[in-house]
T-cell receptor
Framework: KAGVTQTPRYLIKTRGQQVTLSCSPISGHRSVSWYQQTPGQGLQFLFEYFSETQRNKGNFPGRFSGRQFSNSRSEMNVSTLELGDSALYLC?????????????FGSGTRLTVV | QKEVEQDPGPLSVPEGAIVSLNCTYSNSAFQYFMWYRQYSRKGPELLMYTYSSGNKEDGRFTAQVDKSSKYISLFIRDSQPSDSATYLCAMRLTDSWGKLQFGAGTQVVVTP
């Protein structure tokens, strides 16, 4: 059974640019969540999508946005990048409804803003 | 004060010892509790998942939830050097699918 796939694995961007990260969930999972992990703040929740709708949102500025497609694949976009956006971005997938078996994470996309 | 508190360690134990990890939390509405293991440069891996209070055992791992004390624990028996990693507790509210609140993570080092 394939796991959660995140692409690309590494990215280097310049301050002010924008970036799009991709996440393919486990087959059958309809919920995709995004997290930012930094040494100082740890793992922080960005947002969660279920059946193409944003269902939960964390406390991040509007520069961070996402979407989910009909096949449950999700993308996350960060506009006007800042140096502080350098982090490991993780997505996690789950069934999202009914019996809950937990959340499976991908290996993440490491974003460096220079 | 953070919603979920976890000692960052590092916690160093000899091979074969029991590793004891814990988290405390402030929001009594949390109902789902998880423990993840994260190796360097990898995503977190789900180890244990429990609902409400009680104990759960899976192989060498035992998770305990004490909702009255707002305290959760993870025990790793017969620890191995391959258990050296960062262990993260996480929890969520009943209606907050996908929105996990994480502890800071505890770095564990198992020495041969």
């Amino acid at each position: 059974k394939a796991g959660v796939t995140q692409t690309p694995r590494y990215l280097i961007k310049t301050r002010g640019q924008q970036v799009t990260l991709s996440c393919s969930p486990i087959s059958g999972h309809r919920s995709v969540s995004w997290y930012q992990q930094t040494p100082g703040q740890g793992l922080q929740f960005l947002f969660e999508y279920f059946s193409e709708t944003q269902r939960n949102k964390g406390n991040f500025p509007g520069r961070f946005s996402g979407r989910q497609f009909s096949n449950s694949r999700s993308e996350m976009n960060v506009s006007t990048l800042e140096l502080g956006d350098s982090a490991l971005y993780l997505c996690a997938s789950s069934l999202g409804a009914g019996e809950d078996y937990g959340y499976t994470f991908g290996s993440g996309t490491r974003l460096t803003v220079v | 004060q953070k919603e979920v508190e976890q000692d960052p360690g590092p916690l160093s134990v000899p091979e074969g010892a029991i590793v004891s990890l814990n988290c405390t939390y402030s929001n009594s509405a949390f109902q789902y509790f998880m423990w993840y293991r994260q190796y360097s440069r990898k995503g977190p891996e789900l180890l244990m998942y429990t609902y409400s209070s009680g104990n759960k055992e899976d192989g060498r791992f035992t998770a305990q939830v004490d909702k009255s004390s707002k305290y959760i624990s993870l025990f790793i028996r017969d620890s191995q050097p391959s258990d050296s990693a960062t262990y993260l507790c996480a929890m969520r509210l009943t209606d907050s699918w996908g929105k996990l609140q994480f502890g800071a993570g505890t770095q564990v080092v198992v020495t041969p």
